[in-house]
Structure formats: C-alpha cells, structure tokens
C-alpha cells in the first residue's frame, strides 16, 4: 500500500489527497491516477516502460475458494508487486484482476527484458504459492509491455501497444511475458479478437469433414489444426488401431500394449490430464519420456476419445516455449476434433 511519502515525489500527486488516489482494495493506485501519471511522464519526456499484468484464470480463485479469498489474492498480488518494482517505478490496478505499472529505464527492449524477466525469475510475485487464510494458491501471471518513447510517443498508442503484447502472451498459453515489438505484434487486433468465440474454430475444423482425404491425412490435417489455432509446439493423435500420428513427424508410428498400458494408468477414470509437472510422467513411463523428455516439453494435456463404452483414440498437446496453462478452449476444440475422429473413423470402415 502507497503512503503519501511515496506518491508525493511526484508532482502531479502533490496537491491531491491520498485517498483518491487509491483503489480502496489494494492500496495501490486507480486506474484514473495512474493514466494521469502516465501522462504527466510524458509531457516530461521521462523514459519509462509501461507493464500490464493479468492473474492468469483469476476466476478459479473466486469460484473455488470464494470472493473473501479472491480479494486477498488480489491485495497480496498488489503488496508483492509494489515490494517487486520499489523505487523503480509505481503500480495501479486497472481493474479486476489487472494490474498496471511503469518501470524507469532507458526504454529499450534489453532494458525491459532484464527487468521484467526478474518478477518471473527473481522474486516471488508470480510462479509462486500465495498462502491465504491458510489457503495455498499458486499464481501465475501474464505480462505484456510497451516503452516510452521507443515504441509509441502518446498515451493512448503506448496503452495499445501494451495491450497487444499482453493479448500475444494469452494466446500463448498465459504464464509468460511478452515485450512489444513492432515488426511481430503491429497487426493483432485485440478488440476483433477477444470479441470471436470458439464458434469461429469449431466450424473451420468442421469444414474439413468435407474433403476426400484418407484416415491417415485427415488425422494429419487435424494435428496441424490444432498447432495453428491453439499456437502450440506439437499435437499427437492416437487412433483407434494404435497409430501415433505426430504433426512434426511424418512418419506414422505404431503404439505398443506396454505404451497404452502406462496412458491408461495416468488417465485412470478420468477422460482428460492437464499434468502441472510433467516429471512423473518422464520418470515412470517410457511411452511419455519418449515423447515429451526427448522434445523437451514444458507443458502437456491429453483427452482420451471415447464414444459410449467404445474406445476411439487420445489425443494430446505439446508445448516446449513455457510451461502453459491450458484453458478451456484447448480442451473444447481437442474434444470437437474426438469426435470428428470417431465420425471418420466409422465412415473409414
């Protein structure tokens, strides 16, 4: 929580009271104060990087463990990053579960990333365990910033920029930070983007059943669907008969008894896996440690198809760039594509 001291050294604050300055929550400041910071940091022409941060799947601390224990995340969130950025710079919370806040520099990429890549590396504000009213939640959060004067000159750009480059981090799989660059996110619209659903997805991959291609290929198409829409390293299917096919091998490999055997023990009843460590897997089974230990895979999940009783297939996502936190929409489109399996499959007899 800001105190006058803090907030006073800077002369746009001066003559206002505290109070208003700050959200009433986490004692850090508004979304209003900030943008007139902001801005007071341009007029002076004082280079700063400007950092949004959003609690990755905020809304599974409130719904498992209520809103009293959601509000302490977020003020400990708050406290953590204050505590993180210091002197630094200053934070406000833009609303929700976002946060905002600038960090003094010299604006370049290499001065952004040192310092950001520090709150994931160095200090315990994100990967790490929040213990609340003697409640464990490990946080994660997902970053994304833009500088002054490098990569836009006025507010309501350098707010965009920011904007993009934390919408790129989302749809890598949260849990990451992203540094604007022009030349990679200059076309992203965040606004058409967040505004698509899944409907969108579904029917593309939908529109693929019309084709004439054999089993193997369509499979093959679906992995390479997967990889595109989801922005993932790697999809694996297999089919009915036991065959691996593999969007970055061409080659379509045989599944032993042995290998099924060790699936089926980490499925167990379950009919998905979202593993948050995947060294279990690698240690124990020969099957996983093959496909995951040898390509160096930080995340994975998997589905198993089944249709009634009938088994049908798994399908599984790969991720080597960070250690992803699966979403919904990860799961919804691998079980569209089950059951797109099951109709080929039956049409394939």
Same mark, same amino acid.
């Given at each position: ?18 109070? @208003? ?6 004692? *850090? ?80 990429? #290499? ?35 833009? %500088? ?6 006025? $507010? ?21 930070? *992203? ?15 967040? &505004?698509?659903?899944? $409907?969108?997805?579904?029917? %593309?991959? #939908?529109?693929?059943? &019309? ?22 390293? &790697? ?11 593999? $969007? ?17 023990? @980490? ?5 998905? *896996? ?8 690698? #240690? ?27 088994? @049908? ?33 039956? &049409?394939?007899?």
């Amino acid at each position: 929580m800001y105190l006058e001291k803090d907030l006073y050294a800077y002369d746009v604050f001066k003559d206002k009271k505290i109070e @208003y300055l700050l959200d009433p929550l986490t004692g *850090i400041l508004t979304r209003g104060s900030f943008e007139e910071l902001v801005n007071e940091l341009i007029k002076k022409k004082i280079v700063f990087t400007l950092c949004m941060a959003d609690v990755d799947n905020f809304k599974l601390v409130n719904d498992n463990f209520g809103h009293h224990i959601g509000d302490e995340c977020l003020k400990e969130f708050a406290d953590r990053l204050v505590k993180a950025v210091g002197s630094d710079g200053i934070c406000g919370r833009f609303g929700g579960d976002e946060f905002i806040f600038v960090v003094f520099g010299e604006g370049t990429y #290499d001065s952004a990333y040192e310092r950001i890549s520090k709150l994931y590396k160095e200090t315990d504000v994100v990967r790490s365990t929040y213990n609340l009213n003697n409640v464990n939640i490990f946080i994660t959060a997902t970053i994304g910033c833009a %500088s002054f004067p490098k990569d836009a000159t006025e $507010y309501n750009e350098l707010f965009l920029r920011t904007d993009k480059a934390l919408y790129r981090g989302k749809t890598k799989g949260r849990n990451c930070y *992203i540094i604007y660059v022009h030349e990679k996110h200059k076309d992203i619209d965040v606004q058409m983007k967040e &505004n698509s659903t899944i $409907y969108g997805s579904l029917m %593309s991959i #939908d529109n693929q059943m &019309n084709d004439n291609l054999n089993l193997h290929d369509r499979i093959k198409k679906f992995t390479k669907t997967l990889v595109k829409m989801l922005d993932i390293t &790697n999809a694996v299917i297999i089919n009915k008969d036991l065959e691996e096919i593999n $969007y970055l091998n061409d080659n379509v490999v045989k599944v032993t008894e042995s290998d099924i055997k060790e699936i089926e023990y @980490y499925f167990g009843q379950d009919l998905i *896996i979202h593993p948050s460590s995947l060294r279990e897997y690698k #240690d124990n089974s020969k099957y996983f440690l093959r496909t995951l230990g040898m390509a160096r895979v930080q995340a994975m999940c998997g589905i198993k198809i089944m249709n009634g009783k009938e088994f @049908y297939g798994y399908i599984f996502l790969h991720e080597e760039r960070l250690a992803r936190i699966w979403q919904d929409k990860d799961f919804s489109l691998m079980l569209f594509i089950g059951k797109l399996l099951i109709i080929s499959t039956l &049409n394939n007899k």
